[in-house]
């Protein structure tokens, strides 16, 4: 039986060690429980809409990308932690569109596992700092010439499925200041709503790959 505020996480993972370790930690923490463990993506997803977890650990290098979009098909609730050696901004952008919910490296593990397991169970979506910054420097490459470098960082956070008070709190402004911003940004780039900037984001992805 799950015990109130208890998260059911799942692992796939093709290294023993590295699978022992995340069930060391995960198992020590009383708000999560390892309920069931794979080492490759065939063997799961056999299993998966019968555990339903709450969360799914997995492997870019185990699953790949179509292997998440179908956890996500299949178990829609989940969320899905991606944690991998794999510091390549591509990975990261194609498996939030996926459905990741969070991407870490495999960098300090049993820090990054606890810090991103908590995130998750309070509705975030983890990025290792690596990554974070891996990202953030991908998307100022390909930042929008008409918004200033706050905008495209206001921008940037927005398209995470943010609200206004997470980016203040994260930007270290007002709330007010966050839709001063982002009045700005619907303004200068003729977008109504949040779905019309992920849009946009996502032709101006492809475009910039396109050309690089």
Known sequence: MKKAGMMRIVIIEEQI???????????????????????????????????????????IAVSGIQGIEYIKEMVPKSKILVVTMAENTKYVFETLRAGATGF??????????TEALIKLSNGGAPLSDTISRLVVESFQQKKFDQLTNRENEVLFILSQGKSYSK??????????????????????LQVTNRDEIIKLMNRQEKYNLAVA
């Open 104 to 113: 870490i490296t495999k960098t300090y593990i049993k820090q990054q596992i």
């Open 17 to 59: 060690g590295v699978l022992k370790t995340y069930r060391e930690v995960i198992n020590n923490s009383s708000a999560h429980k390892v309920i069931g463990e794979f080492r490759n993506h065939k063997s799961a997803v056999t299993e998966l809409e019968y555990l339903n977890p709450d969360i799914i650990i997995t492997d």
């Open 167 to 188: 980016i203040a709190e994260e930007l270290y402004v007002s709330i007010n200041t966050i839709k001063m911003h982002v009045r700005n940004i619907y303004e200068k």
